[in-house]
């Protein structure tokens, strides 16, 4: 492998995920995300930044952190003065239980393609890797990683919101998990902060150069569990020359804590997970 | 495993709620229901033996003759059992033999210790049946009369004779009964050859309920090695069907239940080490998979039926269709079927010495420690390496010792793990062996176990029984336990005390003493902080493969100074749990008294990268040198084994474990029941990571109605 000192910042490497594409794959998920969905269950991959997680129900007041200006300990209890946090990452260090933790790691593509081989031995004929976030599109140097991957005969797919241009990317990428977060503009726009006719011009655009699609369908009580919005991914689905199929995701409110550990309000909210019946109506539209 | 009758209709459920596949007729399914219900183990165990107190002089007689006589009494006066509808016969009916005792009483107490442990030789008594092994007997006699082996040799024919008595009460009965088709297949077998597929089963079920009758528990071994051919021939001849052969064989397997008494046992401890090794390659190194082996996965996995622990014997060459079913049947969860990968198998098994195509006949002793089947004498010694470390090489932590580096630590303690070889070789000497000769080693008098030694080659023709040096090859393998632990110990006292100086050796051995107390924020740092065995981190695992590497080294070393050979394993089983009361802190943030790591698994909570990453770790080790075998758990959640992806993800695993050179693996997979547990006791389960989609969490960091959703997810 040449040294490929092409920089991406990372939020977290997994191995063994059998839910993000066909066969074992390893995903890597990316921090910075276009979008800002009001369901987002990976809120710490939202900014482009580097962030500080606090997880409070971790802390047992060992004030190992206490020497930053950024942390408090106001009778006994722990909190983060975000306004003075550099996120240097020091504390995070030092903490013993990692109730702090830092999201966000600059690797090289040498670094992540290193990390990715480790399974190549249990990717078989339809796994590999998985490229997901926040939205691994809006760094461009993901073009050098699937390269990079490629070469290695590593299968390759990315999670996209859709909201940016694949014609880079296509050469190397074997299949796209294509979001629909929804199908009605307005809502598209009220809850994740932009319009969908960018997204869907992209998956026409990405279709008609040939790439391989799987739609996402994510399913939320009280957003878009409504009947029009499955027809309308129906006609969507059927439109594309290249899609191999949609899959129907229920939402649900496990963000809630990361969130919380951001020092943001829980986003978290049982309310809108959709019911079976739901769920088994929009598969029967949607895959049917 | 729960199994229900509502309205005449048996399910037999599976730890995820998918449905099992119904294949077997509704009165056979029905008797496996009665008999994984207890109704034969209840009625076994009502007669625990027979009484010896009326023959006269008893105790004055030799070991051999009380043990003859027993034998003798035990076909005169077991009952016999035939359960209704049966498609083969016979059966171990007296209670003791459950509890690994021969169940002749004397003064109301069994006679003695039964043997385990071992694959007795099935193939002689199905080819060439048990007559053959009647003409052995004979001609060893003539020619140990007048020796100090005559009464071993007479014990032989003895005991011939009394499994004669027995075989004739069941024709008998079963005549008598009208059970023409067990009557006619037992006037063939299992003395004379069987000729047909139904036959060779019964044939190997009369004979291994024979041993079992007398106390012992033997492994069934390559059971599909051995039935196919007679399927095979028997198909081409047109005088049996596929679904047919799938119900003998399938009576086989509940008749295999009739030891279960139920009581407080999970799902696989009603086991007696029946184990079945299944697929790989024969002595010639050709491929023997065929149509048993699918009927063996088919039976498992339309009941459920845990009694036989099966593993199955892979390779790169494994066929598709044979890792799909493997799959298929595992994720029915209960860990009934294991896996081996042969290939690493043969290797370790050639370098240690056994001629290649021995070495490529292997099954197991009824766990997974690998033999010659037919050929061995095996036994293994426990050791807690952990607490070797503990207590020898840090003195309880009672300050005594210091080192000045790594290196140091880690030389004093491998010099401990040498004296304890040492030990474990004068120990032997010393209670089975006399002295060496010049025709070899003199074994001293030992319980006595003709009826096994029967089927073991060697032990007729030496005229030595098969605890006594009869076998051809005879093992007893030190298995270092505590793998995990240890490593883990020796590589958070390097990080803590000689790379990152957060703390001094004589302090830190202060601190484990006083069990943490009072140094909270160090420990979980230990424990949080650090990358332990079973993350595919190399740079604790390059301790573990360096410790295994040097075990097996000082284990050879003792080869050779006695009639015994010892090659090395990993292993607890079960011990783990009887050891952690005992063990002191650790330095990996362990307190006294918390869970321990089983077998060569990774030490429970500290396995955060998943399943491949714990295979990886695994596979890094010198499984090469560890000729008897070392074994890891592995843990999946229902969630992963979910529909054909599921399946789909469990082939990725065992292939990439075959790909990487393991050795054994036990994949099982758990349920909500698991994630409950998990709730009440985070601790023990800090791997536990659960997934929906892109999303992930470790489960314990969620907070209780997180837990509960998750819980719920995967209740659904």
Redesign the interface.
């Known amino acids: 492998m040449n040294d490929n000192i092409t920089t991406l910042r990372v939020a977290?490497i997994?191995?063994?995920?059998?839910?993000?594409g066909?066969?074992?794959r390893t995903?890597v998920?990316f921090k910075g995300c276009p979008l800002r969905c009001e369901w987002c269950?990976?809120p710490e991959m939202q900014k482009s930044e580097r962030e500080l997680l606090f997880?409070g129900?971790?802390c047992?007041s060992?004030r190992?952190c206490a020497s930053c200006v950024a942390h408090k300990f106001d009778g006994g209890k722990h909190t983060v003065d975000r306004e003075k946090c550099v996120v240097c990452g020091k504390c995070a260090d030092l903490c013993?239980?990692?109730a702090l933790q830092i999201c966000g790691n600059d690797m090289s593509v040498n670094e992540i393609v290193r990390e990715v081989k480790?399974?190549v031995?249990?990717?078989?004929e339809?796994?590999g890797v998985t490229l997901?976030g926040g939205e691994p599109l809006a760094q461009s140097g993901v073009v050098d990683l699937l390269k990079a991957l490629k070469s290695d005969g590593i299968n390759t797919a990315i999670?996209t919101c859709g909201y940016f241009d694949v014609s880079a990317v296509l050469p190397y990428t074997d299949l796209f998990l294509w979001d629909i977060k929804d199908t009605d503009p307005a809502r598209h726009k009220q809850y994740t902060g932009a319009s969908n006719e960018r997204v869907l011009e992209n998956l026409f655009a990405a279709d008609e150069m040939g790439a391989k699609t799987r739609l996402?369908c994510i399913i939320i009580n009280g957003v878009n569990a409504d009947t029009d919005h499955y027809m309308r991914i129906r006609e969507i689905k059927e439109k594309l020359k290249n899609c191999a199929g949609a899959?129907v995701?229920p939402y649900?409110?496990?963000?809630?804590?990361?969130a919380v550990a951001l020092g943001l309000p829980d986003n978290?909210d049982?309310s809108l997970i959709p019911t079976?019946d739901e769920i088994n109506e929009a598969k029967r539209i949607i895959c049917g | 495993m729960k199994t229900t009758s509502p309205g005449g209709k048996t399910v037999f459920a599976s730890v995820n709620n998918i449905s099992r596949p119904v294949r077997l007729c509704e009165n056979t399914r029905l008797f496996a229901a009665e008999s994984l219900g207890h109704k034969y183990g209840l009625e076994t165990k009502k007669t625990r033996g027979v009484p010896l107190d009326d023959i006269e002089g008893f105790e004055f007689l030799t070991p051999c003759r009380k043990y003859d006589l027993a034998v003798r009494r035990i076909a005169e006066t077991a009952p016999i059992r035939i359960c209704d509808g049966e498609l083969v016969s016979g059966s171990a009916t007296l209670g003791a033999a459950i509890s690994h005792l021969v169940p002749a009483l004397y003064k109301g107490e069994p006679l003695c210790r039964s043997i385990s442990h071992l694959t007795p030789d099935f193939v002689t008594v199905v080819r060439d049946g048990i007559d053959s092994i009647r003409a052995r007997a004979e001609s060893a006699l003539k020619k140990h009369r007048g020796t100090e082996k005559e009464e071993f040799a007479e014990s032989c024919l003895y005991c011939l004779d009394s499994f004669d008595i027995w075989h004739k009460r069941y024709l008998d009965v079963l005549r008598e009964k009208g059970y023409t088709q067990n009557y006619e297949n037992l006037c063939v077998v299992p003395h004379k050859p069987a000729k047909t597929f139904y036959q060779a089963v019964q044939s190997v079920w009369f004979t291994f309920a024979f041993m079992r009758l007398c106390g012992n528990w033997p492994g069934i071994g390559r059971l599909d090695e051995l039935l196919g051919p007679y399927l095979e021939n028997d198909m081409k001849n047109g005088v049996l069907t596929l679904d047919d052969a799938r119900e003998i064989l399938a009576h086989f397997f509940i008749k295999g239940c009739e030891w279960i008494c139920g009581g407080n046992y999970g799902s696989g401890d009603a086991q007696h080490y029946q184990n079945l090794v299944i697929a790989g390659v024969d002595e010639n190194g050709c491929d023997v998979t065929n149509d048993v082996t699918y009927l063996i996965l088919d039976i498992i996995e339309e009941l459920g039926i845990s009694d036989f622990p099966t593993t199955v014997r892979l390779s790169s060459k494994s066929p598709e269709k044979l890792l799909r079913r493997t799959a298929e049947v595992m994720r029915f969860g209960g860990g009934t079927l294991a896996v081996y990968n042969e290939e690493k198998v043969i290797e370790s098994m050639t370098k240690y010495g056994y001629p290649p195509d021995e070495a490529r006949r292997f099954a197991n002793d009824g766990c997974w420690e690998v033999q010659v089947p037919g050929k061995t004498y095996f036994r293994y010694i426990p050791y807690d390496f952990l607490q070797l470390l503990q207590k020898k090489t840090l003195k309880s932590y009672d300050g005594s010792v210091d080192f000045p580096d790594f290196e140091a630590l880690y030389k004093a303690y491998i010099s401990d793990v040498a004296d304890l070889l040492e030990d474990h070789l004068a120990m032997l000497l010393d209670e089975n062996m006399e002295r060496e000769t010049e025709g070899g080693w003199v074994w001293k008098e030992d319980i006595k176990c003709t009826v096994i030694s029967l089927f073991e080659e060697g032990c007729i023709e030496k005229g030595l029984s098969y605890r006594e040096g009869g076998p051809i090859y005879n093992i007893v393998s030190p298995h270092i336990g505590g793998l995990a632990d240890t490593v883990n110990s020796l590589y958070a006292i390097k990080k803590l005390v000689f790379d990152e100086k957060k703390v001094g050796f004589g302090e830190l051995m202060q601190i484990l003493k006083n069990n943490w107390e009072g140094s909270e924020a160090l420990r979980l740092y230990a424990l949080n902080r650090y990358v332990y065995y079973g993350n595919d981190s190399d740079e604790v695992d390059v301790i573990c493969v360096r410790l295994l590497s040097d075990f097996a080294d000082l284990c050879k070393k003792i080869d050779g100074r006695s009639g015994y050979s010892f090659p090395g394993g990993v292993s607890t089983f079960g011990r783990q749990l009887e050891w952690s009361p005992h063990r002191l802190a650790c330095p990996y943030g362990r307190k006294s008294g918390e869970v321990l790591a089983a077998n060569a698994s990774p030490t429970p909570g500290s396995d955060k990268e998943g399943a491949t990453a714990m295979i990886r770790s695994y596979c890094k080790n010198p499984l090469e040198k560890l000729s008897i075998g070392a074994a890891l758990d592995l843990k999946l959640l229902p969630s992963y084994i979910k529909g054909d992806e599921g399946i789909d993800a469990l082939v990725a695993l065992l292939r990439g474990f075959v790909a990487l050179g393991g050795f054994f693996m036990q994949p099982d997979v758990i349920d909500a029941e698991i994630l409950k547990k998990a709730q009440e006791n985070p601790e023990e389960y800090q791997n536990l990571s659960v997934r929906v989609s892109g999303w992930n969490a470790r489960f314990v960091t969620l907070n209780k109605e997180w837990q509960d959703m998750v819980i719920e997810q995967n209740e659904r």
Do not use: W
Not at chain 1, 121 to 124: Q, V
């Open positions: 977290e997994q191995r063994f995920c059998m839910h993000d066909p066969g074992v995903t998920f269950h990976n997880f129900n971790k047992i060992c190992l013993p239980t990692t480790k399974d031995a249990f990717y078989g339809n796994g997901s999670e996402r899959d995701l649900h409110a496990y963000g809630g804590s990361k978290g049982a079976d």
